[in-house]
């Protein structure tokens, strides 16, 4: 019964009427705890590769980068599906929500296995690019491999998770990457280590667990949106490619993948600084990356959330209503993050070495998180702000904040400081690119340009019926 207070299904969240404080706690909650557990994949991977050796740690490094970059390049189909699910559940449009949902999920299949096969053959090149040494490059190959082979899985995973977050249910995608998450951690030692009968594969056999379990994620996924067991189905009827629609979806999620690619490459492209530093501080950040991207789940959920919650919001018309849930949330995690920074602060010795026992790796990690934890709430504040801008379908403009802060101000303050400060100077560059990014998001989003462009979406609501209509006789075709 506790458990039941504390997680509600959609049924039990209203998200367009009554309070917003309740409504986003408890659809965030489960996107939080869900991040979490997709984070463990890596954190686990990390864990038990950093037992392996030091080069199989960096091999890593270099990998999850590439991972997020891979997975950049389609997550726009998975935002876009979001916010077009979002704002037809809004409208009260079911049968628009069903379309979306089956139109969305033929088109990640396609784009996964484009980028899945295009990856596989590029891997060498991009790690050469990335500046991996020539005793890294081969550990990384065979971590990527794999997971090239596999994105289809990874995609049409993260596809699910977002089209029953749009819907307004979170606690089903919560439950079921418990699972995998616990299988993964179960079986990554013992094809890491080839423990009993299993074979030791080395940094590869991470790579399998993780696409083992993820597949097996997206088909449990599959079944629950063939089934609609939660409410959101998919149908086969509708998933004849539908171009109109996929135009749709393009204009929507490019920016998205944008964005989310920006953030990629700014993450590769601080790589090709770090790598110019000794292997320890290769692997310190690499810990020290991870352990910030986990710490800043919360943010990226209620984030999400918002995305949710103003897309449903603008579907309803209920403009300001969006725009509250936004100020609100942002407030929210700029307190929360900021207090998760602080503990970040003060532990931060013993979380690095949770992830490696080399003195040189933990000492490398820990200066890094205590440089940037005190930072935290910015950079929750300024993902819930982005999140708003993508759930009223403005993704260009959360795509130009990313890159501004991430791609402009923050390499280049890497490669100017790294010079004169060296190391420190890396770390002063996430200061401040995070203190700015939350400036340049809030005046954006308080100038007008977020309120003007939904009011103007208000005033072509006869366009918007003329194209539900189009779909319609899609549909009856």
Known sequence: MRL???FRSKEDIN??????????FYLSLPVVITNLLMTAYNLVDTFWVGRLSKQALAAITFSYPMVFLFISLGLGVSVAGSVLVAQYEG???RDRVEYAAS???IFTVVVGIILGIGGFFLLTPILKLLGASPEVIPLATEYMQVVTLGMIFIFGYSVFIAL???FGETLTPMLIMFVTVLLNVLIDPFLIFGWLWFPEMGVQGAAVATIFCRGLGFVIGLWILFTGRKGLKVRLSYMLPDFKFFKKIVDI???ASVESTGRALSVNAMLSVVGGFSTSVVAGYGVGIRVFSTVFLPALAVSQSVETVTGQNIGAGKYERAERANYLASKAMFIVMSLLGLFTFLFAPFIVSI???DKEVVHVGAEFLRYISLTFGFVGAQRVFSGGFRGAGKTMVAAAIAIITLGVIRYSAAMILSESMGVNGLWTAFIISNVSGLFIAYFWFRRGTWKEKVIA???NRGKVAEELCEIEETISE
Do not use: D, N, Y
Not at 15 to 24: A, I, Y
């Open 164 to 166: 029953m977050r749009g």
């Open 4 to 6: 039941k207070k504390i």
């Open 15 to 24: 998200l367009t009427s009554g309070s917003l404080g309740k409504p986003l």
């Open 355 to 357: 992830f490696s026992p």
């Open 91 to 93: 409208a009260g449009r």
């Open 457 to 459: 979406a208000a005033k």
């Open 253 to 255: 999620g490019v920016p």
């Open 103 to 105: 139109q969305t999920l």
